[in-house]
């Protein structure tokens, strides 16, 4: 007599299943600020970093001096008395700082259009800050319509006299397309230029730009140069790279040590990513002592800046009581938080809970909506759950046609219990036209896996089936490949 379906599903040690170290190089892009990850991300945006400082020189003396002194004591009105009738002469430095007091509204009413003004006249004299800031302007569409020609126009001005800012932007301008066509060579020149100047964002730039081999050929060693030479300088979304590279030995020998020092440098600015990694390297001990204390006070850091991965994994630790006591309320409470941002083993697990009343009341069909969310975006467990629930009924209708569906999605990602299940309903002709040659190729492949009744059913088919239905079966188990679809009924002809 053939074993009936399986119906250990919903076992303990699916909640361990913590989110492992990942690549998730957030992209690169240029902005002053801010990224996150091994992040494909660039940093993306324009730099105002110009409005800083004033030039301490001029050919106009005492005046300009007092001037400088003035502002430097945040007397405003005087150090614009002392530097407008010098700019009305001509004076390019005076000049530019009547434009940064315009723009930032020192001694005077901020008007951007007057800032401008005087950006101009110091710009057309050669003077690169006035130049580059004039750029900005433009950029940003302040004291003139914002024109991205203009600006790449004043940004190049002032890059070619090196310029270290405007060289970043130009990369930026380049890499994103910003008024010129986009040209990843052109981009990489622009931020080599810069990352040479000690430009952290440059350098981090190029790194990226050399871990995706754009404008440049891949090399994950020049990558990891660069990502250095701009975490040294406190550039936390390098310093998460950093840490990714050493773990997975990209562009270096694989050092966890090293992977956990990078980590933590990111983690402690406050890199959400960081912390969540940091977190995984305690509970794994990797590159340090296993510690699940450590490991719940970094998802916790993560958790409470809103990242998915560490509120589920902040979960998982309350719900298997490591490193924090047990406590189902807490694990619903972060599982729901990252089962919103779309985190499907959080939405299991919530299924999980509701299915058994762990830290809620027991509810089948609370637990069947967060089954199908997380089935819905590949999660082979929940997937295997819906088709037992629509198999048994319990907390939805009875549809065995369902359960075959989500069955033959587990059982296609190589899920012995949905292959073993499947092979029952293709046996008995629920909710599927009955095949014995597909019921036979099905518990082959869940007996490969060492699925007991799977192969306990198939040497009792081995005895009951032909030769012919034998040797099919057999030949479409050794041609099929995990990930790919099984044969439906009509396929056999052309399967695979």
Excluded at 99 to 114: H, R, T
Excluded at 130 to 155: C, H, K, R, T
């Amino acid at each position: 007599m053939l074993l009936r379906r399986d119906e250990t599903t919903r076992e303990q040690p699916h909640f361990s299943r913590a989110y492992r170290l990942r690549l998730r190089l957030y992209t690169l892009k240029g902005h002053y600020t801010d990224g996150i990850g091994f992040m494909r991300q660039l940093s993306k945006a324009i730099i105002i970093g110009g409005f800083t400082a004033f030039i301490s020189f001029s050919a106009f003396g005492q005046s300009f001096s007092e001037g400088l002194e003035a502002h430097k004591q945040g007397d405003y009105a005087t150090a614009f008395e002392n530097f407008e009738p010098l700019a009305e002469q001509g004076d390019g430095d005076a000049q530019y700082n009547l434009g940064f007091m315009y723009s930032n509204g020192q001694g005077v009413p901020q008007n951007y259009s007057e800032a401008v003004s005087w950006y101009r006249k110091a710009a057309e004299q050669g003077f690169a800050k006035a130049q580059y800031n004039l750029g900005v302007m433009y950029s940003n569409g302040q004291g003139a319509p914002q024109n991205d020609s203009e600006a790449i126009y004043w940004f190049r001005k002032a890059a070619e006299q090196g310029h270290v800012v405007a060289q970043y932007n130009l990369g930026i301008t380049y890499d994103d397309a910003r008024g010129v066509p986009q040209n990843d060579s052109e981009a990489v020149s622009w931020y080599h230029k810069a990352a040479e100047q000690g430009l952290a964002d440059a350098q981090y730039n190029l790194g990226f730009m050399y871990s995706y081999g754009r404008g440049v050929p891949q090399n994950d060693s020049e990558a990891v140069s660069w990502y250095h030479k701009a975490a040294e300088q406190g550039h936390v979304v390098a310093q998460y790279n950093l840490g990714f590279m050493h773990y997975y030995g990209q562009g270096v020998p694989q050092n966890d040590s090293e992977a956990v020092s990078w980590y933590r440098k990111a983690a402690e600015q406050g890199h959400a990513k960081a912390q969540l990694n940091l977190g995984l390297m305690y509970e794994k001990g990797r590159g340090l002592p296993q510690n699940y204390s450590e490991a719940a006070a970094w998802y916790l850091k993560a958790a409470d800046q809103g990242d998915g991965l560490a509120q589920h994994n902040l979960g998982t630790m309350y719900s298997s009581g490591r490193g924090l006591p047990q406590n189902y309320s807490e694990a619903i409470s972060w599982y729901l938080q990252a089962a919103e941002q779309g985190i499907a083993t959080a939405q299991y697990n919530l299924g999980f809970m509701y299915s058994y009343g762990q830290g809620v009341p027991q509810n089948d069909s609370e637990a069947f909506s967060w089954y199908r969310k997380a089935a819905e975006q590949g999660d082979t467990y929940a997937q295997f759950n819906l088709g037992l629930i629509y198999e048994s009924g319990q907390g939805v209708s009875q549809d065995y046609s369902e359960a075959v569906s989500w069955y033959r999605r587990a059982a296609s990602e190589g899920v012995a219990k949905a292959q073993f299940n499947m092979g029952v309903m293709y046996w008995d002709g629920t909710g599927v036209t009955q095949n014995h040659v597909m019921s036979y190729m099905l518990n082959i492949l869940a007996a490969a896996q060492g699925h007991e009744s799977a192969q306990n059913n198939r040497d009792i088919m081995l005895k009951i089936l032909t030769r012919d239905q034998i040797a099919e079966a057999q030949e479409m188990a050794t041609e099929w490949r995990v990930g790919t679809p099984l044969p439906y009924n009509d396929d056999f002809t052309t399967w695979p």
